[in-house]
């Protein structure tokens, strides 16, 4: 689905992701994790186009995203960010809506996707109506995925989507979220910090540290056979002192 060749950002001259090659396969669910600062959500925002790569370049589908036909391209994408980023000033339904109004879809062809949409996330109708304000948490992330998929997209780019919320909604969405994955059979990328978060969805694992990858694999691969020490460090941080006292699970 995606195919990054040397591809790297600078702000500044401060290096925010060293050159980097990764390739993204299609319909599994990729996860990017490591501590805060590592480029992990530098290089979801190259993917989705929101940022130009300093270096390198990147292809998806087949195409090299450039500034000609990164908007037509991301039609292709949905993006969800960790609050939700929706629009205060529109309802649930206009926010989800957004897109295909734009490209002026018709009424019923939005009316039909909109309901599709919300019993896929299970958004309660009779808050389609209501402002982001008026909503909790959770229900402001069902509203973002539900913009996020309503054009169809090929894949699903998810900067840290759960961290903003509670344990208990962020449990709860999680079971829910893994659910909507497997129905949509889509691509998926997703940004965390939270291991166990990315055992729970991940496919394949990318873990990185101060703008490199250090390994790509399942849990397994990255537990059993570590490429570098420190990702038994950031698994044991992860787990915590008891986990670690109780050994390998």
Same mark, same amino acid.
Request: proline share 5%.
């Given at each position: 689905?995606?195919r990054?060749? @040397?591809?790297?950002? !600078?702000? @500044? $001259?401060?290096v925010? &992701? ?12 990729? /996860? ?6 590592? $480029? ?12 130009? +790569?300093? *270096?390198?370049? %990147?292809? !998806? ?15 292709? =994408? ?7 980023? &929706? ?19 018709p009424?019923?062809? %939005?009316?039909d ?13 009779? *808050?389609?109506?209501?402002? +982001? ?7 402001r ?15 699903? &780019?998810? @900067? ?5 919320? @509670? +344990?208990? %909604?962020?449990? #709860?969405l ?5 659910? %909507? ?8 990328? =997703? /940004? ?15 873990? &990185?540290?101060? *703008?490199?990858?250090v390994?790509?694999g399942?849990?397994? #691969?990255?537990? #059993? ?10 698994i ?9 006292? =109780?050994?390998?699970?």
């Open positions: 689905m995606f990054l060749h @040397d591809v790297s950002k !600078f702000y @500044d $001259g401060k925010a &992701l060293r050159p980097t090659s990764l390739d993204i396969a299609a319909a599994q669910t990729t /996860v990017l994790i490591g501590p805060s600062g590592c $480029g992990k959500s530098t290089l979801l925002r190259l993917m989705v186009g929101l940022l130009t +790569p300093s *270096g390198g370049e %990147i292809v !998806f589908e087949g195409q090299q995203l450039n500034a000609t036909n990164i908007l037509q391209l991301r039609h292709r =994408m949905g993006y969800v960010i960790q609050d939700g980023g &929706l629009f205060p000033h529109l309802t649930a339904r206009a926010n989800a809506t957004l897109m295909a109004r734009h490209l002026r879809w009424k019923k062809k %939005i009316g996707r909109l309901a599709e949409l919300t019993n896929l996330t299970h958004f309660p109708a009779d *808050g389609l109506d209501r402002y +982001p304000g008026q909503l909790s948490g959770g229900q992330q069902r509203v973002s995925l539900m913009r996020a998929l309503f054009l169809d997209p090929d894949v699903l &780019l998810l @900067d840290e989507p759960l961290g903003a919320l @509670d +344990p208990l %909604i962020r449990a #709860e999680q079971t829910e979220l893994r659910e %909507i994955f497997r129905n949509v059979q889509k691509t998926v990328v =997703m /940004v965390t910090h939270d291991l166990a978060e990315a055992v729970y969805f991940a496919d394949t694992i990318v873990l &990185l540290r101060d *703008g490199v990858i390994q790509v399942t849990f397994r #691969e990255l537990a #059993e056979s570590p490429a570098d020490p420190f990702v038994t460090q950031f044991q941080a992860q787990r915590g002192p008891q986990q670690n006292a =109780m050994g390998p699970t």
